[in-house]
T-cell receptor, first 108, second 112 residues
């Protein structure tokens, strides 16, 4: 079983729609990171959250770290085709543990 | 600033053959990581180096996988002999101080 469970596994939406993806665990993390990975490339770091309850915004992306530092969410407003990719969360445990990712497709 | 370089980008081999991957981290980055990403899964850490020393290799299948970073810069990851289940993307990442990791494009391995 994965230490970090991401949902949904797949998401296909139309341009302009809003969406939220989730990253959940029963373990507490000292920090949690979100990455985006495009086909044929390595993951690229989007954000690191450290404090329980923390909210960070990156343009149309809003990241929230749960109060208990066990879960996180990523909300995208007015999705664009350029947002298409695999969104991975990773938690600092003994080492960095990744979830399986949410594969997002935004159709024009 | 140049990113993490990996080669080859693609490799197809038959089971029981050997294969080696090469990684050149970002200049000045002391920490280097090798990850295995199987299709449909997130990256799994295989080994972490700090300069030329191993920090964590607890998830490296040591009966067939080996890695080295002799001069604390470039690194190679070897599989000998390969199995079908080794088909995956092998990602190398580096960080300056164990913080933010920068990933290379990966080597896509197919074992037939």
């Amino acid at each position: 079983t994965q230490l970090l469970e991401q949902s949904p596994q797949f998401l296909s939406i139309q341009e302009g729609e809003n969406l939220t993806v989730y990253c959940n665990s029963s373990s507490v993390f000292s920090s949690l990171q979100w990455y985006r990975q495009e086909p044929g490339e390595g993951p690229v770091l989007l954000v690191t959250v450290v404090t329980g309850g923390e909210v960070k915004k990156l343009k149309r992306l809003t990241f929230q770290f749960g109060d208990a530092r066990k879960d996180s969410s990523l909300h995208i407003t007015a999705a664009q085709p350029g947002d298409t990719g695999l969104y991975l969360c990773a938690g600092a445990y003994n080492d960095m543990r990744f979830g399986a990712g949410t594969r997002l497709t935004v159709k024009p | 600033e140049a990113g993490v370089a990996q080669s080859p980008r693609y490799k197809i081999i038959e089971k029981r053959q050997s294969v080696a991957f090469w990684c050149n981290p970002i200049s000045g980055h002391a920490t280097l990581y090798w990850y295995q990403q199987i299709l449909g899964q997130g990256p799994k850490l295989l080994i972490q180096f700090q300069n030329n020393g191993v920090v964590d290799d607890s998830q490296l299948p040591k009966d067939r996988f080996s890695a080295e970073r002799l001069k604390g810069v470039d690194s190679t990851l070897k599989i000998q002999p390969a199995k079908l289940e080794d088909s995956a993307v092998y990602l190398c990442a580096s960080s300056w101080d164990g913080g933010t990791q920068y990933f290379g494009p990966g080597t896509r391995l197919l074992v037939l």
